[in-house]
């Protein structure tokens, strides 16, 4: 028996090292996050080159976050069954193709609203890569291991920092091209380096009925609630907030650019500190934590204080709430869903996550545009985060009861 185990780790060590796979996940989510948040930060920009309303500025950068939420459906699926050897290389490839449209083709509303369709497509990875470290990790690091791997969503802020930089001073063209630069290379090196763990679980059965099955476990909707308000919550306010403070503030879009990349920063920071929380204190704690503070900032965001220090202060609450959320509800899907399933589930939840941030950025700018105020957005923020926070120490305190029990 000694003699088989040993033999298991090292073919397992042949294959690849549990951290450098890691680091090759990581870096793969935080290329095509930063493909996929590319007309985030030029939504003032294009406001002013098309003409467009604030509703229509809000649908043009929502557009990628609905599409790369849904299709981590499709996509968690399929890695359950083809790895995410295949899966990482074939989606950053196939994400050039938006990149470089936007870049050189895109001069219409519909133009962009076509190119942010299939940009969405960037926003798929993170439902390649849990059920890929999942995988190479063990139950009690597994938490630490998804928070490093979904810091990856810092690639939002690479792109915040850049893409209104890059173009004023190389062109508009030049953020697109370089990062369809980087997503070829990042897709070559994947192809050559990235492993699948020989032992993984395999499910049987087609896509549908296994996703038909995902979608029968209570633990699916359940961990669907939590991560759209955690996920939802920071996609929201990385896709709205250069617009909302360069409207309810004045800043200059450079300013509010780099204002979000900060918020982007700190939320990206704290998501393994969620997540190694969540292996030390348990999942529960960490998210009730975050929501009650979530639900306190949103209230002060609401009456619009100051600029500095007061609002400065809440959104980087805000921020580092949002960030350990979305590692601790990671930590529970380790903790809940079977290994087999990871994916799939993983698929379901991810697109939750994606919906929640979906919306708020449209019902700002609805809100807005008719009642000239954003009070109403940031009330129904807190009462979300409120009732979140409640099912979470009630309901979802037993089942982690039960199942640690």
Known sequence: MGTRSEGGVAAVTRQGSPGAMLALATVGFTVTFWAWALLSPLGASLREQL????????????VPVIVGSLGRIPVGALTDRLGARRMFPAVALLTVLPVL??????????????????????GTTFAIGVPFV?????????????????????????????????????????????????????AVLAYLMLRDRPDRPVPSGTM????????????TWELSLLYAVAFGGFVAFSVY?????????????????LRTA????????????????????????????????????????????????????????????????????FAFVALLVPPQRVGAVTGVVGAAGGLGGFFPPLVMGAVYGTVGDYTPGYLLLALTAAAAGIYTSTVMRQRAQRTSG
């Open 134 to 186: 999942n995988a190479w990790y063990p139950p009690q690091r597994r938490g630490l291991a998804l928070g490093i791997f979904g810091a990856g969503m810092g690639g939002t802020a690479i792109s915040s920092f850049s893409t209104v930089q890059l173009s004023q001073a190389f062109g508009p063209s030049f953020p697109f091209d370089l990062v369809a630069v980087v997503l070829v290379i990042y």
């Open 241 to 257: 907030l250069p617009t909302y403070l360069v409207t309810a503030y004045g800043l200059d879009r450079s300013d509010a650019a």
């Open 262 to 329: 900060g918020f982007v920063l700190l939320a990206v920071a704290m998501r393994p500190v969620g997540g190694w929380l969540s292996d030390r204190v348990g999942p529960v704690r960490v998210l009730v934590v975050a929501y009650g503070a979530l639900t306190v900032l949103a209230v002060v965001a609401a009456f619009e204080p100051p600029l500095i220090p007061v609002d400065t202060i809440a959104f980087l609450g805000m921020a580092a709430a949002l960030g350990a959320g979305t590692g601790a509800v």
């Open 51 to 62: 003409a467009l309303t604030s509703f229509e500025q809000s649908l043009l950068v929502a």
């Open 101 to 122: 449209y936007l870049g050189h083709v895109a001069d219409s509303l519909a133009d962009y609203l076509v190119g942010g369709f299939f940009l969405g497509l960037g």
């Open 208 to 219: 549908l009925g296994r996703l038909a099955a995902t979608l029968r476990l209570r633990e």
